[in-house]
């Protein structure tokens, strides 16, 4: 057992949510193939905005190696750490059946992966094919270790949509040019925010807008008249973004790994843990367009709000060309954001229906707030902190898995409430006062196949922010969102119970809230666990 890594989390969002007794089984797998891959966790010297430092990386790729795989397949990642750093790798969206403990979390479903060993990830793909990813799941190493995991179809299956002539996968992130963990140990150590990254990036490279970047530019080729399938993937750990291609509208066909109606548009938002499949038309002038991609942030809160470009470049036109910008949403339009959001629905066809409980067995309703506790050593003498229910998350020393599998009393405790001990205007004037939060190792127990509606609400405690959410083990439907508080009375009736977007990673609107709907049909234990810089402050 590692012991390097804090016992809790100053910063963290986040809840456990403990579904009927966890099952040991390997599903086994009848018709997929076997995939193999070796995941060699190094520190490589790489150099960007002018500065060069070491990262920590999978093998000395930044973004590291797409795992490919069908519908059906068993999949094997040895994972070997030759880092300073223990590691350990989330699959992130893939729903892991009754295989809790290949999920990845470090300290929920296991011990971290210290440095000089190694540990194999074994699951299979069931149910599931498009677009996921793959990042470190321990402290903010996930700013570099991450990568995409593209699913094709069953062999003969087609795609519900026209089949592109090519593909390529677009990782959207983040670059700091000091050391991440560096970052994140200043900001607890003083109690306060980490700072901002330094530059967002495509496929690890900021782009020719950054000095020091001509050379770090990705360029996709592509030729006229032909159709491509872009995998887009948000792997900022901070930030929702815009992303949009100069001259060229997208088909979004799929989010997070599920097929959804078509619609055009000009933009697109993605909220960090999502991934966004578009259709793209190689049909424009042949030349030379910037794909961009910036923040979204309506609140008044500071954001790295610089453009990260890459190329595409149509065949046969010289490099020479200046490439045309795409006008992007202004970093804080609301507007395009909502009504973006409010295309998106599922597909809901015979092949692929979408099941939503219709009925509610168990209703969850979590405030998400942001709270000062006492701290002797922080700059202002105290430290912010996170909260659901008011209840900050306490990282246990030993995984929360394992402590259920063989019964250590102690660890945790099943009494995470189902609902704010004390209700109040959550989205009216900003609470300033009072804002300390409870400590503890608190799960929610869910009973086996129930239907459960998660209500996630936005509160004003120091001040209203969006929030995205990531549900491990799950999708979920997004079935209402709404700004101010949420009413159990009238929101409801609102509610898309028919076709709506079906998800393993969601953002509560600024002010506002977010209610989804899933059936707890995994046994395990798995993380509710927000994306943003309070929840990686320290322990994504």
């Known amino acids: ?54 990262i920590v990386t999978v093998n000395g790729m930044y973004p590291g190696p797409t795992v490919y795989a069908r519908e059906g397949d068993r999949v094997i990642i040895n994972v070997t750490n030759h880092a300073q750093y223990n590691m350990s790798i989330h699959w992130h969206g893939l729903k892991q059946l009754r295989n809790g403990w290949a999920d990845g979390p470090a300290y929920i479903t296991q011990c971290p992966i ?22 470190a799941h321990i402290l903010w190493l996930r700013a570099t270790v991450h990568g995409a995991i593209v699913i094709m179809p069953q062999v003969g299956v087609p795609y519900p949509f ?53 050379k770090h530019t990705y360029a996709l080729e592509v030729e006229w008249g032909k159709a491509y399938l872009l995998r887009i993937i948000n792997a900022a750990l ?24 078509p619609f055009t548009t000009e933009a697109l938002l993605i909220t960090p843990g999502q991934t966004t499949n578009v259709l793209v038309q190689a049909n424009q002038s042949p030349g030379r367009y910037f794909m961009a991609t910036r923040p979204f942030m309506d609140a008044p809160v500071l954001v790295d709000n610089k453009t990260a470009t890459a190329i595409l470049q149509y065949k046969g036109v ?12 202004a970093p804080n339009d609301t507007a395009f954001a909502d009504s973006y959001l409010d295309k998106l629905r599922s597909l809901n066809t015979a092949q692929f229906p979408a099941n939503v409980p219709l009925t509610v067995d168990r209703h969850l309703f979590y405030t998400i707030g942001l709270g000062a506790n006492p701290c002797a050593t922080c700059l202002n003498g105290t430290r912010l902190t996170a909260s659901l229910n008011n209840i900050t998350f306490m990282m246990p020393k030993i995984g929360l898995l394992q402590a259920h ?21 959550y989205t009216g004037a900003p609470l300033t006062a009072n804002l300390g939060t409870s400590m503890g190792t608190r799960l929610s127990k869910v009973a086996f196949n129930s239907t459960v ?13 969006s929030h995205p959410f990531h549900l491990h083990g799950y999708n979920f439907f997004v079935v209402g969102t ?39 049909d995994n046994p395990g234990k798995y993380l509710l666990i927000m994306y943003a810089w309070m929840i990686n402050y320290k322990f994504n």
């Open 162 to 214: 026209p089949q592109p002539d090519s593909e390529a996968e677009l990782v959207l992130g983040e670059w700091w040019n000091a050391d991440v963990e560096t970052i994140e140990n200043q900001g607890n150590t003083l109690g306060l925010p980490p700072n901002m990254s330094d530059a967002h990036t495509i496929n690890g490279k900021p782009g020719p807008l950054f000095p020091c970047s001509d």
């Open 238 to 261: 901070n930030d929702e973004l815009f992303f949009a291609i100069a001259g060229h509208s997208m088909t979004v066909v799929e989010i997070d790994a599920v097929y959804c109606k």
């Open 318 to 329: 010289p490099t020479t060309v200046l490439p045309l910008l795409p006008k992007l949403p």
């Open 114 to 135: 210290q440095s000089g060993n190694s540990y194999t990830y074994d699951f299979n793909i069931t149910g599931q094919r498009g677009t996921l990813w793959w990042h």
């Open 1 to 54: 057992m590692a012991t390097s890594f804090p016992s809790h989390c100053s910063l963290v969002k986040i809840v456990l949510i403990c579904i009927g007794a966890f099952v040991s089984v390997l599903i086994p797998t009848s018709e997929g193939a076997v995939k193999k891959y070796q995941f060699d966790v190094v520190v490589k010297n790489v150099r960007r905005l002018c500065h060069a430092k070491p």
């Open 453 to 465: 509606e998660l209500v996630l609400q936005d509160t004003n405690l120091l001040t209203v922010e």
């Open 482 to 520: 709404g700004i101010g508080n949420f009413d159990p009375a009238k929101d409801p009736a609102k509610y898309n119970l028919v076709d709506p977007p079906e998800r393993n990673t969601v953002g509560v609107p600024t002010g506002g809230w977010t209610a989804i709907r899933f059936r707890a």
């Open 405 to 425: 599998y063989f019964n250590t009393k102690g660890v945790f405790r099943l009494d995470f409430p189902d609902k704010p001990v004390t209700p109040f205007n």
